[in-house]
């Protein structure tokens, strides 16, 4: 089965912190995703990468950076959170197929 | 631009059938799939439409009509452990990336 870990399911942080959210792939996927979740808009793309060190944005990245130094890593990064930016943040990754994998998703609470 | 509308919540009976529909205005797209979220957990996977037609896998369905832009996910013999948010997302034919609705919450009653 394939794995999706994020690394941590529950944050909070103040604002102008700098946030880092891991996630990390056991399947040697090309694609990996993160999004945002928030009630009645469904899930928001905010970067994408198909490779090592490729990364495109998505349809929400102001504020947000992105890292993929290795295959199996993606991380998430908000260089200075904002109070807008409380969400849930979900990683996910695709092999070939048309299906994401999705991990468990990071609860953020900025204050 | 790219746009899929579901009802945002459904409410059935256990053991009844449902149907939560997606309809999408895209320049363009691969297929259509679907996802499940339980409350608190992450969407899975349930089901793909590359072509027209109607695809089945045990109780759930899935159903795409290009020509109208339309497509469904039937639920049979509902369940209790049924009740999550149900969502349709399009694959985007110029980038790949999925394009994904609101989400549905199914409801269902004992």
């Known amino acids: 089965d394939v794995k999706v870990t994020q690394s941590s399911r529950y944050l909070v942080k103040r604002t102008g912190e700098k946030v880092f959210l891991e996630c990390v792939q056991d399947?040697?996927?090309?694609?990996m995703f993160w999004y945002r979740q928030d009630p009645g808009l469904g899930l928001r793309l905010i970067y994408f990468?198909?490779?090592?060190?490729?990364?495109e944005k998505g349809d929400i990245p102001e504020g947000y950076s992105v890292s993929r130094e290795k295959k199996e890593r993606f991380s998430l990064i908000l260089e200075s959170a904002s109070t807008n930016q409380t969400s849930m943040y979900l990683c996910?990754?695709?092999?070939?197929?048309?299906?994401?994998?999705f991990g468990p998703g990071t609860r953020l609470l900025v204050l | 631009g790219q746009s899929l509308e579901q009802p945002s919540e459904v409410t059935a009976v256990e053991g009844a059938i449902v149907q939560i529909n997606c309809t999408y205005q895209?320049?363009?797209?691969?297929?259509l799939s679907w996802y499940q979220q339980h409350d608190g957990g992450a969407p899975t996977f349930l089901s793909y439409n590359g072509l027209d037609g109607l695809e089945e896998t045990g109780r759930f369905s899935s159903f795409l009509s290009r020509s109208d832009s339309y497509g469904y996910l039937l639920l049979q013999e509902l369940q209790m452990k049924d009740s999550a948010s149900y969502f349709c997302a399009v694959e985007d034919d110029s980038n790949y990336q999925l394009i994904w609705g609101a989400g549905t919450k199914l409801i269902i009653k004992p």
């Open positions: 399947m040697d996927h090309e694609n």
């Open positions: 996910a990754s695709r092999g070939q197929g048309q299906t994401q994998y």
């Open positions: 990468s198909y490779d090592v060190k490729m990364k």
């Open positions: 895209t320049s363009g797209f691969y297929g």
